[in-house]
């Protein structure tokens, strides 16, 4: 039995958040997203909750390295032979969600990356590829819970992947590269230890998030969790509508995004902001203005205005500002 999401949209408060996800979605060279917070602020509920309002892809039917039909065609078929598999003489197409693809703590490097499919090499006498959750993920979201708890030679995968978007899988003389591109998105409590700094700066969003402090607010919240406990089906059945209203505006914003411009005086703003900061590098100064172009198509305009840099620098620059620590900085809470 299919258990019931809570709805993206009936999630009280945590503007922020939602947001930075939502701009990831629209442009997934932003590079993801990383949400710091106390336990039971809802980090987990929101990203697993982006499934039912992502975007429809084009897909080959039983891919498991969910290849796009369009543009890597020739992966596909080289693919067929490192799993073992022939020629097919008719490639269905299908369409479906966008994933969400959850590392659990723990995983394996082969679980990671992809291994010897060893079942396989008893039962038949043959070598063949089985692919890991690298390969589940492109084209998708890859989410981490903890990710601060991440052993480090699984996080020096996921950024060398990050980077390059490919992984290769070495296994027993078979080797075999293949697209890997996703939005990381990744969930922890700094309570429980801070995150290496080559995996900090890799995130281009961050958002601290706290406990939602009206009443009214948190009367609300817990309503509606009881009312969704009680009856999941109708409880998401009411949102449908705005779940639904929200994924249009989500594709027609991927689709109105390529034609959105800056001004030479805003994007000379942003590169103000950046040295004013004192940020290492410009992976900031570009984060910032993928994030303020995806907000501009986001509401529904063809123009970068202020107001869109302003937002897209509480998200693009905590996280990498040399002076002031996280818990100096309040400028990203989702309030």
Request: aromatic share 6%; net charge negative.
């Amino acid at each position: 039995m299919k258990r019931s999401l809570y709805p993206f949209c009936a999630i009280v408060g945590q503007d922020m958040m939602k947001l930075a996800l939502l701009l990831n979605v629209i442009d997934p060279s932003i590079s993801g997203v990383l949400i710091r917070g106390e336990r039971g602020t809802g980090k987990s509920t929101v990203v697993r909750s982006l499934v039912d309002i992502l975007p429809s892809i084009r897909v080959i039917d039983g891919d498991p390295f969910n290849l796009s039909p369009d543009t890597e065609m020739d992966v596909y078929r080289e693919s067929r032979k490192v799993l073992g598999e022939g020629e097919e003489e008719e490639i269905h197409i299908i369409t479906r969600r966008v994933k969400v693809v959850e590392l659990p703590l723990g995983v394996t490097e082969d679980r990671v990356v992809g291994s010897l499919d060893m079942e396989y090499a008893l039962r038949k006498g043959m070598r063949r590829i089985q692919p890991g959750i690298l390969a589940d993920a492109h084209r998708g979201i890859l989410y981490v819970d903890e990710i601060n708890l991440l052993e480090d030679h699984i996080v020096d995968i996921l950024l060398d992947c990050a980077a390059m978007g490919v992984n290769t899988i070495e296994r027993e003389g078979i080797s075999f590269s293949h697209p890997s591109r996703f939005v990381l998105v990744g969930t922890m409590n700094p309570e429980e230890g801070e995150l290496r700094p080559q995996l900090l700066d890799r995130f281009g969003l961050c958002v601290n998030v706290s406990s939602v402090e009206e009443m009214e607010k948190r009367i609300e919240i817990v309503e509606r969790r009881l009312a969704f406990e009680a009856d999941p089906w109708s409880f998401c059945k009411s949102w449908e509508r705005e779940q639904n209203r929200l994924r249009e505006r989500i594709e027609k914003a991927i689709h109105l995004y390529p034609r959105v411009e800056i001004s030479r005086e805003l994007l000379v703003s942003i590169i103000s902001r950046c040295l004013e900061m004192e940020v290492d590098g410009h992976r900031a100064d570009i984060v910032m203005l993928k994030a303020a172009k995806a907000l501009a198509a986001y509401n529904g305009r063809e123009w970068v205005e202020e107001e869109d840099v302003e937002k897209a620098s509480l998200l693009a620059l905590p996280h990498r500002m040399r002076r002031s620590p996280f818990e100096e900085v309040d400028i990203t809470r989702g309030k």
